[in-house]
């Protein structure tokens, strides 16, 4: 069974880091690619950042762009989040997703939350 879990999550005050951890078990390595979304209240799920079994990384979208960083462990299913210079808009519940043999497997998601 294909689990998903994220870690990490927290409050932090404006301009702080903090780093979410993201790891997948119970599937047979092969190509993958595991991204990062958010969801604020009020708003749809957006892509953070992905990055492939490869170390391919997908481009950033402009709110995150130069803060947040994703990297992989190179020998596990695991997939981390580095979030600096953090806003009070990069409020949301952070999801990792799994994609793996055409199928897209989600976690429960971790709240980071930003204070002015």
């Known amino acids: 069974q294909v689990q998903v879990v994220e870690s990490g999550g927290g409050l932090v005050q404006a301009g702080g880091s903090l780093r979410l951890s993201c790891e997948a078990t119970?599937?047979?390595?092969?190509?993958?690619?595991m991204s990062w979304y958010r969801q604020a209240p009020g708003k749809e799920r957006e892509l953070v950042a992905g990055i492939t079994s490869t170390g391919i990384v997908t481009d950033y979208p402009d709110s995150v762009k130069g803060r947040f960083a994703i990297s992989r462990h190179r020998t596990k299913a695991t997939v981390y989040l580095q979030m600096n210079s953090l806003k009070p808009e990069d409020t949301a519940v952070y999801y990792c997703?799994?994609?793996?043999?055409?199928?897209?497997?989600w976690g429960q998601g971790t709240q980071v939350s930003g204070s002015s």
């Open positions: 997703k799994l994609r793996v043999l055409y199928r897209d497997y």
């Open positions: 119970g599937f047979t390595f092969g190509n993958y690619g």
